[in-house]
């Protein structure tokens, strides 16, 4: 018996398992300790073979202090736990994605949580795509709650070491692409990375419902702070089955969005992802998107294409790109969201 509104049910094929979900046991953990001035060649191959084989890893030892990490964990609780009214003083709008929000829909159907989402430039240069197709350019500000200060005082804390970790982890992909460390650094002069607080709320019915539905990133990474509740689920690239990853204490989650299977020409390929929920235990999870600038065109990197590995995907800009998933994730549309499989050669 469903206990909740039928617009959150999951068609029966997208439904989480009714047993016991299998551990990512083997999803890759790696010891980020060894990255100093020059990283090491078993550092770089561990990278690239996480991306080649699992599109997911998870990195310890990765410098971003445990104390920062709590302060963000602890406001964001704060802020979910306030009244509505309250929370919807900072709510997202059609003008400016930015703030509250409780209605998302992934793939159409809505998801079992609260999110609060923020830029990690301010203001931050975004484009907006209206109902005619016309896209128009909006310098927009993030909403920050004035009843809870500490909010924006720990997330800018946050992003500050997310961003370190971040060109870090970009300089090892690179490298294990056989590129320079720093290739990639010039797409992010006006970056339009972000970054969302989820609260997954118990749910009553959590063998219909996800906290997000089935989805790839669109952007180039993605870091993930999660509490020690479990509820993310990874699609193993061996066997297309739906592996719980396990929290590890401290650990970031890392995973290749769009732009990076496009840059390594589908070498490193972006992988779907979901959440499931529970009955009993709320659960938090802070994922860091890292964005390029909106103006970014992204194409496969032309230094890895040759007759023998040709282009697969055409170039697409990277603004027009995502202000078209942000226009059809604001409501339940009868179309499917874009993705870069419309780009495919
Ligand atoms: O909550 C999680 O573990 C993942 C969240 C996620 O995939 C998203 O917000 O796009």
Redesign the pocket.
């Known amino acids: 018996m469903a206990n909740v509104d039928p617009i959150f049910i999951q068609p029966v094929e997208h439904r989480p398992k009714p047993n016991y979900p299998i551990e990512a046991q083997n999803i890759p953990v790696i010891d980020l300790s060894a990255h100093d001035y020059s990283p090491s060649a078993g550092l770089i191959a561990k990278i690239g073979d996480a991306c080649r084989d699992w599109g997911f890893f998870q990195v310890i030892n990765h410098g971003v202090p445990s104390k920062c990490r709590r302060n963000v964990e602890s406001a964001a609780k704060k802020f979910f736990e306030l009244p509505k009214e309250e929370k919807n003083k900072v709510v997202r709008d059609k003008e400016n994605p930015f703030g509250y929000y409780d209605s998302e829909h992934t793939k159409n159907v809505r998801d079992w949580k609260e ?1 609060f989402d923020f830029a990690v430039e301010n203001p931050v240069i975004t484009p907006t795509l209206h109902d005619d197709d016309r896209l128009e350019l909006k310098q927009l500000f993030n909403k920050w709650p004035h009843s809870l200060p500490e909010l924006r005082e720990a997330c800018e804390e946050h992003v500050a070491e997310m961003e370190k970790l971040a060109f870090k982890l970009l300089g090892l992909i690179a490298l294990s692409l056989g590129l320079p460390e720093d290739r990639f650094n010039g797409f992010f002069k006006d970056q339009t990375s972000r970054v ?1 607080l ?1 609260y ?1 709320p118990p749910c009553p019915s959590p063998h219909l419902t996800l ?2 539905g089935r ?1 790839k ?1 669109t952007g180039v990474l ?1 870091i ?1 702070a ?1 509490d020690n509740v479990a ?2 689920e990874v699609k193993r690239k061996t066997d297309g089955e739906w592996v719980l990853v396990k929290p590890t204490p401290d650990a970031l ?1 890392i995973n290749v969005g769009d732009i990076i299977q496009v840059w390594s020409n589908d070498k490193y390929e972006s992988v779907e ?3 499931v929920v529970n009955s009993e235990k709320e ?1 938090l ?1 802070i ?1 860091y998107f890292l964005y390029p600038s909106h103006y970014t065109w992204v194409e496969p990197m032309e230094e890895l294409i040759n007759e023998l590995n040709v282009a697969k995907f055409k170039g697409y800009n990277w603004g027009r790109f995502r202000a078209t998933r942000n226009y059809g994730n604001l409501g339940k549309l009868n179309v499917e969201n874009i993705q870069i499989s419309h780009f495919r050669i």
Do not use: K
Request: hydrophobic share 30%.
């Open positions: 999110v969302r989820n997954y906290g997000v989805h990133d993605t993930l999660q509820g993310l989650i992802h979901r959440v659960r999870s994922p």
